[in-house]
Structures are given as C-alpha cells and as structure tokens.
C-alpha cells in the first residue's frame, strides 16, 4: 500500500508530497531560472542572423535539452552517471561572450554545436579525473573566470539597453518597424532604464514571489512600457507552429580547432564551478557533504547532457546557482519538485508560439533587465576571489589575468598579424585568455610562505 503524499516529503529527495505544494514550489523554480535560460538563445540568435524560424527552433531546444540535463541529473543511472541531487541545468551566460564571438565571425551555429560536443567531452574527462583536476582550479582561479565573465558581458548589456547595433536607421525603415527601434534612441533608454528601476525595486523591496522574479516581472513591466511605444513586433507569432519538436542537427555541425579550444576551457571551468553547486545544494539544503560519487556522477551527466545538446542544435547548460539558493534557503529537495519543473520548460519548448513571443521582446527591455543579472555574475566571482586571502600573490593572479583578458579583447586590432586561428581562441573573448594566465601564474608563482620563507633565507645569509 502506497504512502499518503505528506508535507514532510518535500524535505526528501524520495518521497510523494502534496501535489498542489510541488506545483507551486516547481514554479518557484522555473520562475527563477526562465530568463537566464532563453536570453543567451536570443542574444545568439541575432549575433549569428538567424531567421525568425531558426531563431525560435534554437530557443525551443535550449529550453528543452535544459529540461534533459536536469532530469539526467535527478534520475542517475547507478553510482556512476547522474548526481542524484536537486539542481537545476540551464542554458548558462558562462559561455555568452565565447559563443557571441563564434557566432559574430560568421561561424555559425553549427561551428558552436561541434565546439558544445567537444566541450562536453571535456567535462567528462573532468568528470572522470575530478581529485586530480580539481586541484587546479581553486577559488582564486574560478573566482578569476566568473569575475571577467562578468566585465566581458557588461557591453552586450548596454548595446541592448540601447536597441541593439544592428538595429540601425536603415535597418528598422526596411523591416517597416517604429524608429523608436533604432539603436541608440531616447525611447530605448527609457525603456531600459525603467525596466532596470523597475528590478531593482522588486529586488531589494520586493517580498515573496516579487523579490524572487524581480526580472521576470521588471520584464514584464517594461515590456508593456514598449508595448505602448507600439515597439513589440508580433508579425513573427502568428505563423508560429503550437507544436513542434526540435530537430536534431538542424543547424548542422561544425569542428573548428580554435572555437573547440576556447569553449572546452570553459568546460572545464564550469565542471569546477559545478562542484561547487552540488556542493552548496547538499550543504544547504540536505545539511551534508557531498559524496565523492554524487560527484563525479553529477559532471559525467553534465558532460554527456551538453553532447546530447550540441547534437540537437542547442546552446551549452550548466547547473543554476540561483536555484540553489532557492533550496538552501526553504530545504524543500524532493524530487517531484525539480521533475515538474523540468516538465514545465519541457512543454515550455515544445511549444513554438511561446518561443516566438519571447522573441518579440525588444533589446532594451532585456538589456534593463540581463545588466544587473551580468553585474551580479562579476560580484559571485568576487565573492570567491575574497574567500582567499588577499596576499599580494593572489592580487597578481587576478589583477593580471583580468587586465590581459579584458584589455586585448577591448584593444581591437592588437593581435591583427597573428594568425587567425590564434585570434579566435585568445583575442575574441576575454574569459579565455584570463583562465589561461590564471592557471599559469597559479602554477609558476611561488606560494606565499615559500616567498616569505625564500626572503628571510636571503636576508638571514647577508
């Protein structure tokens, strides 16, 4: 005889709890994560040109291979594949400016697809060597990744509060679109800024439901401010399917050695940062450490999930801290919740009608609204930066990385006679070149005491 469905259950990773209860803690969830898992398709879309049917298929997979990675997690296959813990997967802006970089040089989506499935592959390797690779990313190195992923991402933020470069005059008249559209217009930043005002508001006001969709509802807020500016196009939804799955290699797929490159490095970054996740999930939320298979089962999945993305046309996952933080902060872990809320963006993705009015929202409200979500992104690398000492080795480290990531990528022509393959990998995106120089310095610098031990001995001899 089966169990009643008890409150209780909703502390338990098994258990049957109150339907009603997993609904609306499932929702919770989705209501968290749902921006930051289709704005990065939206972002890519238009950087690579795709067309208003390529573009809605490419936010239906995204929101359905998320809905994969997740219950690839929560449905682990033994010890060995799966972490069997209560996370979230979803589209990550990790790999924004990487991809923005990919897409803008005429690459294609299919060349981020072949560089995905490389990637993926990486993180098993991680996976599979997580003790021994682990020791080469500490806190101060990822810490340094997410920080400069942060500053990298801060002027896709404001092209967007501004309309979006590629909206320009000619551009808008063509399309028979409002001027209002046109990049760099008094209405774009007026959109923008009381869509930023509006999320800050519920942020830091807001109580319940309202300070945790602070975005979503300062979306919506300013969405309807562009509505009566007549700046929403809906000429793309009504000849959007209601049903429709996504297609498998799609947009083909492509291998270039220097994209492979540069996002298998932020594979291998993510697949730290993601043991950081399950960690702080099982701490938080189960009061426990996490075990050495929960683990390496949670980075196999996170590998073979993103291979399967990269086969379907989809834009690369990673677990979702923000979801974390939601199950630190109420303990409810049960399964049936985060399995809903993966059905949820499942139906959400095979649905194109609903992609396609996710597509009619204009560049300046989601520029108000991803600036602070990119500005919140550099201050949790930050936070890990600070939870070292700041010794003068550790300053080097990420002062130095930051500087030459973001300084070549800011400093356009400075690597012009190089080769090409070489610009791809370390001139286009900042985040490569900085993860680069702070792996290398955190290997060749001395460590604190053995300076301090090498000064004494000098001094001690003269």
Same mark, same amino acid.
């Given at each position: ?16 709890? @109150?339907l009603g209860s997993a609904v609306s803690l499932a929702l919770e969830h989705l209501v968290a994560m749902i921006v930051g898992c289709v704005t990065p398709a939206i972002i890519i879309s238009q950087a ?11 936010? !239906?997979?995204? #929101?359905?291979?998320? =809905? &994969?990675?997740? *219950?690839? !997690? ?11 813990? @209560? ?19 005429? +690459? ?14 990486? =993180? ?20 340094? &990744? ?11 933020? /404001? ?12 551009? &808008? ?27 800050? #508001? ?45 297609k498998p290699l799609h947009f083909g797929i492509h291998f270039d050695l220097s994209s492979c490159i540069a996002l298998g490095l932020l594979f291998a970054i993510n697949s730290i940062q993601a043991i ?11 009061? $426990?450490?996490? +075990?050495?298979?929960?683990? !390496?089962? %949670? /980075?196999?999945?996170?590998? &073979? ?39 949820? #963006? ?10 396609? /009015?996710?597509?009619?929202? @204009?560049?300046?409200?989601?520029? %108000? =609204? ?7 992104? =550099?201050?949790?690398?930050?936070? *890990?930066?600070?939870?070292? +000492?700041?010794?003068? $080795?550790?300053?080097?480290?990420? %002062? #130095? ?5 973001? %300084? ?10 190089? @080769? ?29 005491? !053995? ?12």
């Amino acid at each position: 005889m089966s169990r009643k469905p008890t409150r209780e259950a909703l502390y338990q990773f098994h258990g049957r709890p @109150p339907l009603g209860s997993a609904v609306s803690l499932a929702l919770e969830h989705l209501v968290a994560m749902i921006v930051g898992c289709v704005t990065p398709a939206i972002i890519i879309s238009q950087a690579a040109g795709l067309s208003g049917a390529d573009s809605v298929l490419l936010i !239906q997979t995204s #929101l359905v291979m998320s =809905a &994969v990675c997740t *219950l690839l !997690q929560l449905f682990p296959i033994g010890k060995r594949f799966g972490s069997g813990l @209560p996370v979230i997967l979803g589209v990550s802006f990790a790999y924004l400016p990487s991809m923005q970089a990919i897409a803008s040089a005429g +690459e294609g989506v299919a060349t981020i697809s072949g560089a995905v499935l490389v990637g993926g592959l990486v =993180a098993v390797v991680v996976g599979l060597f997580t003790k021994q690779i682990r020791k080469l990313f500490p806190p101060v190195i990822t810490g340094t &990744v997410v920080f400069t992923i942060g500053l990298s991402l801060y002027p896709t933020a /404001i092209n967007y509060m501004a309309g979006g470069a590629a909206n320009t005059a000619a551009a &808008v008249a063509e399309k028979g679109l409002t001027s209002a559209l046109v990049y760099g217009s008094w209405q774009n930043w007026l959109i923008a800024g009381l869509t930023l005002v509006a999320v800050i #508001l519920l942020n830091q006001y807001g109580k319940g439901i309202g300070k945790l969709a602070s975005i979503l509802l300062g979306m919506v807020f300013g969405y309807l401010v562009a509505l009566c500016f007549g700046m929403v196009d809906f000429s793309g939804v009504s000849s959007a399917a209601w049903f429709s799955l996504p297609k498998p290699l799609h947009f083909g797929i492509h291998f270039d050695l220097s994209s492979c490159i540069a996002l298998g490095l932020l594979f291998a970054i993510n697949s730290i940062q993601a043991i950081g996740d399950f960690t702080a999930v099982t701490v938080g939320g189960m009061s $426990r450490e996490p +075990e050495d298979h929960e683990l !390496q089962g %949670g /980075i196999l999945a996170y590998g &073979v999930g993103n291979i399967l993305t990269a086969l379907f046309g989809g834009l690369p996952t990673a677990t979702y801290s923000q979801n974390v933080g939601i199950t630190s902060t109420n303990k409810v872990v049960n399964r049936v919740v985060f399995t809903l809320t993966s059905v949820f #963006l499942l139906l959400a993705g095979i649905v194109p009608k609903f992609s396609a /009015i996710l597509r009619t929202i @204009p560049q300046c409200v989601l520029g %108000g =609204a991803t600036v602070t979500v990119f500005s919140t992104i =550099a201050m949790t690398g930050m936070k *890990l930066i600070a939870s070292q +000492e700041l010794t003068a $080795r550790n300053t080097t480290i990420v %002062g #130095l990385s930051a500087a030459l990531g973001v %300084g070549v990528s800011q400093a356009s022509g400075a690597l012009g006679q190089l @080769p090409e393959s070489v610009t791809m990998i370390i001139g286009k995106s900042p985040v490569v070149i900085a993860t680069l120089m702070a792996v290398l310095l955190n290997l060749i610098l001395p460590k604190d005491g !053995q300076t301090r031990k090498g000064i004494f001995h000098r001094h001690d001899k003269s």
